[in-house]
């Protein structure tokens, strides 16, 4: 296919915590909110899918990784805007981003680009200190 083939992995931080503090329909009002967003700065060729419970996918055909990094803080910027009109259920992304190789099979660059997200999120919560290993710890004592 067209090369360079970047990947964006990104995971909704909070899903958990908005479905058992605020009930399942406002954790879905976090995913439809944080599909909105992946989907307006999306075009074809490129293309935004959910591929787990909180995870989303963004394959970007025809694009190298500074310009994957530029897309995360696109959406970056536009979650800061979303955010304004809904105060009471903030939504927050962690995204990682890889680029094929030259002959690197795409499950090899999903996984890098999920290592990358996984390293973001884990950054994340460490930052906001809403490390949910902490706060079990914290509960249990």
């Known amino acids: 296919g067209p090369h360079p083939v970047t990947i964006v992995m990104a995971d909704l931080n909070g ?3 908005a479905n058992d503090e605020s009930g399942h329909a ?6 439809r909110r944080a599909g909105e967003v992946l989907n307006s700065v999306v075009e074809k060729p490129a293309y935004a899918c959910r591929v787990g419970g909180d995870e989303f996918a963004i394959l970007l055909p025809e694009t190298d990784e500074v310009a994957g990094e530029g897309l995360i803080q696109t959406i970056q910027d536009l979650v800061v805007i979303n ?4 105060p009471d259920l903030t939504l927050s992304l962690s995204m990682g981003v890889a680029t094929a190789r030259h002959g690197e099979r795409m499950e090899f660059v ?3 680009a999920d290592l990358a997200m996984l390293e973001a999120k884990r950054q994340h919560y460490f930052e906001t200190e809403h490390d949910r290993r902490r706060s079990q710890v914290a509960r249990a004592s």
């Not at 406002?26 to 995913?31: E, K, N, V």
């Open 26 to 31: 406002a954790g879905d009002a976090l995913l």
């Open 15 to 17: 899903l958990k915590n």
């Open 83 to 86: 955010n304004t009109f809904y």
């Open 110 to 112: 999903v996984k890098r």
